[in-house]
């Protein structure tokens, strides 16, 4: 594994020693195998749980985290090839991804789109012009994928549902006052199908599936599996049977740099809210979400303070699942 930028690129049985390394760190949460190693960890939008597992993980791990934020207290960037650099950036991607590989053994990469043009966000620019540059491990913190939130969530999913293959896996959309990256939704798409569940992703409308790439990534590997994908605009149906319903916002992708047409479509759905009504449509179905969650917004007190609510592990796993990424990554460099 020489990047972990998303988990398209590794196959199930990977992920899964992954997961098996997890649960070690987990019970021994000190190991000392990236001792005297460091790692830049460049963040472009804020963070918290992202900022705080990657940091004390590295310090569990005997290795030191270098914290950058371009723009703020780090130079600002360019990323375009031929650019003239007369505006705001300083230095180039070229220049930044190959001086730090001379000081640090990895760095990660926190990126969020600019929700003007998805033809442009989609190409996932930040992070990849890092991996091409680098000579070190780069590692996605979150981009238009979130791979270690995939983790946390199987982590989570296989502790508390135990095999995963056939059962059924529900991505709901849910309302939030503004329009919010696709990453997490395209990640936990990609996660629950390459683990062998029935997925059902379930949307306001046509506008808000989510972008071909992951969409026919995801019918491939349920295919590959004899698993189903389903898309749904009907929430009752969609809910019945679901052993697992995941809840996430998201902007139309349609409407990306339109976001004043958007909205109008968002404020009549509403009720896509997860609440304890819509959870008794599932066989006592299990709950997540990838937080911040806004309550009584996104998902009810209930919900979230039931014992059918497993957000919390999810986000307590992001430590444990990052630190198994950067042991593969590092540990024998």
Excluded at 84 to 107: C, I, K, N, T, W
Excluded at 251 to 263: L, M, Q, V
Excluded at 285 to 297: E, I, Y
Aim: aromatic fraction near 8%.
């Amino acid at each position: 594994m020489r990047n972990f930028l998303t988990t398209l690129d590794h196959p199930r049985h990977e992920l899964q020693s992954l997961l098996d390394s997890a649960r070690n760190f987990r019970r021994q949460p000190h190991q000392d195998v990236l001792k005297d190693k460091s790692v830049a960890l460049l963040f472009f939008n804020p963070s918290m749980r992202t900022r705080t597992t990657f940091e004390l993980g590295l310090h569990q791990l005997g290795a030191k985290a270098i914290i950058l934020e371009p723009g703020k207290g780090a130079w600002p960037i360019e990323f375009d090839d031929g650019a003239v650099m007369d505006g705001e950036p300083e230095e180039h991607v070229r220049e930044v991804a190959q001086v730090l590989s001379r000081y640090v053994d990895a760095m990660a990469v926190r990126a969020f789109p600019k929700f003007q043009r998805w033809e442009e966000d989609r190409e996932d620019k930040v992070i990849r012009a890092f991996a091409r540059h680098a000579t070190v491990p780069v590692i996605n913190m979150e981009t238009i994928t979130h791979p270690c939130q995939e983790l946390a969530l199987m982590l989570a999913l296989q502790d508390r549902v135990g095999p995963t293959d056939g059962k059924k896996f529900l991505l709901t959309w849910t309302y939030h006052p503004k329009p919010l990256n696709t990453a997490v939704a395209n990640s936990a798409l990609i996660i629950a199908a390459k683990f062998g569940f029935d997925v059902t992703l379930l949307c306001p409308t046509p506008e808000y599936v989510l972008d071909a790439r992951y969409m026919d990534a995801a019918r491939a590997m349920v295919k590959e599996q004899g698993r189903t994908l389903t898309v749904s605009h009907d929430v009752e149906s969609a809910y019945r049977g679901a052993h697992v319903v995941y809840a996430k916002s998201w902007g139309a992708i349609p409407y990306f740099g339109r976001w004043a047409d958007e909205k109008p479509i968002r404020e009549k759905h509403r009720h896509f809210m997860v609440d304890m009504d819509k959870m008794r449509l599932t066989p006592d179905g299990l709950f997540s979400h990838c937080l911040p969650a806004r309550r009584n917004v996104k998902v009810t007190d209930e919900v979230l303070d039931s014992p059918r609510a497993l957000h919390i592990d999810e986000a307590g796993n992001r430590l444990h699942v990052q630190k198994a990424v950067l042991a593969r990554l590092l540990a024998n460099r």
